[in-house]
């Protein structure tokens, strides 16, 4: 189950939704630091997959991960409606790329519903909650579980 203690206002969520192959995620807007266009990336040698490379973001080296690449789904050429969204994942600033963002959103808490065990074509793993808003499901993303520990210390060594 989701922990709200933190991330809700009067029980509400606030949230940056964003998709991916046609789903919607949702994650913690106090994570985003922002939301940019797609830009060149710099490849890094001996990456993993998902790794797109890095790049300079103000002066400061950003690892950049396709999330798409990341839940296993096909690769789709960058668009106009692509976006980077640089957040903050177990204390280091990383960009995922996505689809497109969709909007910030307030979500009731009592809305969000354990995960079930298969949503999507997505690891359950990587998921802290499904939450109903009128006729679409939102599924939340726990950052935090997105990566494993190697891929943490892949990401710190790029």
Known sequence: MMNTNKRTANGLLQLVTFRVEGEEFGVDILRVQEIIRSMEVTRVPKAPDFVEGVINLRGKVIPIIDLRKRFGIGQKAHDRDTRIIVMEISSAVVGFVVDSVSEVLRLPAET??????????IDSDYI????????RLLILLELDRLLGAEEHEMLRAA
């Open 112 to 121: 969000v519903e354990p995960t079930p065990s298969v949503v999507a074509s």
């Open 128 to 135: 802290s909650g499904v939450g109903k808003l009128d006729d």
